[in-house]
């Protein structure tokens, strides 16, 4: 079946540091890619996505780039901001395993400080 | 235009009584997506709704879960004679045609099992 692993937390940064989160993946068929960003008392938000190979995604500063031969999609952000803090979950879609391509198969969440 | 809602945001019960969680779809958004997240784990898709219609319920436990998204009204996952195994965030979402890439996302619901 379908898997996403990504880094586990919690990472802790100072302000403007690089930041990398790193997820990897499993799936059957030809998957989407998404990173989501949970804020403290908030919903998860879509921060980016990216449907085919070599695609980047890129939103708010972050990047990500669907790395099919690694199958990859790890998350960077050259300077981060104490507004950065959050929850980053990594995420997959994937209709080829016949689920609905409605269906989000998440990472664990990997949790974010920036200090000042 | 409000998101998600979702209510209660934090429920305690006791072994075998029963909750029912909330989800208020965004303005216009007739899909409802349940998914849970158990402690240390990702969170997984439970259930796919239309407006009176359960379209995909392959990742809800067969017993003691139901979902329903009436005509007029929220969501309701319903849980009977909850476990502790049941305690988890409960995080609902909304998009206005099916779709994995437009899917919003409430707060979710902790359900805390004593």
């Known amino acids: 079946g379908n898997s996403v692993t990504q880094m586990e937390g919690p990472v802790t940064l100072s302000e403007e540091a690089f930041l990398t989160i790193n997820c990897t993946y499993t799936?059957?068929?030809?998957?989407?890619l998404f990173w989501y960003v949970q804020y403290p008392g908030e919903g998860l938000q879509l921060l980016l996505k990216?449907?085919?190979?070599?695609d980047k995604g890129s939103n708010k500063g972050f990047e990500a780039t669907y790395r099919k031969e690694t199958t990859s999609f790890h998350l960077e952000k050259g300077s981060v901001q104490v507004s950065d803090s959050a929850v980053y979950f990594c995420?997959?879609?994937?209709?080829?395993?016949?689920?609905?391509?409605?269906?989000?198969?998440f990472g664990k969440g990997t949790k974010l400080s920036v200090i000042p | 235009n409000a998101g998600v809602m979702q209510n209660p945001r934090h429920l305690v019960r006791r072994r075998g009584q029963e909750a029912r969680l909330r989800c208020s779809p965004m303005?216009?958004?007739?899909?409802v997506y349940w998914y849970r997240q158990l402690p240390e784990e990702g969170l997984k898709f439970m259930v796919y709704?239309?407006?009176?219609?359960?379209?995909?319920e392959s990742g809800m436990p067969k017993e003691r879960f139901s979902a329903e998204f009436p005509k007029e009204g929220p969501s309701i996952l319903r849980i009977q004679q909850v476990v502790r195994g049941d305690s988890a965030a409960y995080f609902c979402?909304?998009?206005?045609?099916?779709?994995?890439?437009?899917?919003?996302f409430g707060p979710g619901t902790r359900l805390t099992v004593t």
């Open positions: 799936a059957t068929g030809y998957p989407s």
């Open positions: 979402a909304s998009s206005y045609s099916v779709s994995s890439y437009e899917q919003y």
């Open positions: 303005k216009g958004h007739s899909h």
């Open positions: 709704l239309q407006k009176e219609n359960i379209i995909d």
């Open positions: 995420a997959l879609s994937d209709s080829g395993a016949g689920a609905g391509s409605y269906q989000l198969t």
């Open positions: 990216a449907t085919k190979a070599d």
